[in-house]
């Protein structure tokens, strides 16, 4: 019954020994591996897909003691295809109760990172290209300004002194803005990524005095 349901799930699914060995596999992941499970159940273990870089921290997670004790785990891992396709993917560890077997559901997650990879390339254009204009601008804006603070200062018709002050200011304005815009330049060059939310209260907390509250 349990097998019926693993082999029509859209997910792909395997089950590993306590020896790391594969002992099930569905359908699905037979599709996205490239292999048949004549071919891996029984014969081969998991770290035969990994890539080699990320077998040590994937091991760590997968001990049993520690999904004995915190229950599922998601950790993204590369894994290497049939015809050697590196593909990155999700995945869901759970412990089978009452046993050591561990049952892991993976989540093809490689057109999610390429196109995050592609965003953060373009934005990182985007900014180069601001940085050098911003800094082209900004040059034009000081000969401006410097030539307009010289006629300023030689200038003995008071209404033509009003509206060089005026341009002065205008020309303030904009260095300002356009300086403001450097507060911005590298937002979104980096993805955003999960925090600690008990270490960041810690860290917060430190040095405060809290009285008798625990």
């Given at each position: 019954?349990f097998?019926?349901?693993?082999?029509?799930?859209?997910?792909?699914?395997?089950?590993i020994?306590e020896?790391?060995?594969?002992?099930?596999?569905?359908?699905?992941?037979?599709?996205?591996?490239?292999?048949?499970?004549d071919?891996?159940e029984?014969?081969?273990?998991?770290?035969?897909?990994v890539?080699?870089?990320?077998?040590?921290?994937?091991?760590?997670?997968m001990?049993?003691?520690?999904l004995?004790?915190e229950?599922?785990?998601?950790?993204e891992?590369?894994?290497?295809?049939?015809?050697?396709?590196?593909?990155?993917?999700?995945?869901t560890?759970?412990?089978?109760?009452g046993?050591?077997k561990l049952?892991?559901?993976?989540?093809?997650?490689?057109?999610?990172?390429?196109?995050e990879?592609?965003?953060?390339?373009?934005?990182?254009?985007?900014?180069?290209?601001?940085?050098?204009?911003?800094?082209?601008?900004?040059?034009?804006?000081?000969?401006?300004k410097?030539?307009?603070?010289m006629?300023r200062?030689?200038?003995?018709?008071?209404?033509?002194?009003?509206?060089?002050?005026?341009?002065i200011?205008?020309?303030?304005?904009?260095?300002?803005?356009?300086?403001?815009?450097?507060e911005?330049?590298?937002?979104?060059n980096?993805?955003?990524?999960w925090q600690?939310?008990k270490?960041?209260i810690?860290?917060?907390?430190?040095?405060?005095?809290?009285?008798?509250?625990d």
């Open positions: 019954k097998q019926e349901i693993l082999d029509n799930i859209g997910t792909a699914t395997l089950i020994e020896d790391d060995t594969i002992s099930f596999i569905n359908p699905e992941f037979g599709r996205i591996l490239g292999y048949t499970r071919e891996i029984g014969k081969k273990k998991w770290m035969e897909f890539v080699p870089e990320d077998i040590r921290s994937a091991m760590r997670f001990t049993r003691e520690s004995r004790s229950g599922p785990i998601n950790l891992v590369r894994f290497i295809r049939w015809d050697g396709d590196v593909r990155n993917a999700l995945l560890i759970t412990r089978v109760p046993s050591q049952v892991v559901a993976i989540m093809d997650i490689t057109d999610k990172i390429r196109a990879t592609a965003i953060r390339m373009a934005n990182r254009k985007l900014n180069f290209l601001n940085k050098i204009i911003r800094h082209d601008i900004l040059n034009q804006l000081t000969v401006l410097g030539n307009l603070g006629d200062e030689t200038t003995t018709d008071p209404r033509q002194g009003v509206v060089l002050d005026k341009e200011a205008a020309t303030d304005a904009i260095q300002a803005l356009i300086t403001f815009t450097r911005y330049q590298d937002i979104g980096e993805p955003p990524v600690d939310v270490e960041a810690m860290k917060s907390c430190a040095g405060v005095h809290f009285g008798d509250i």
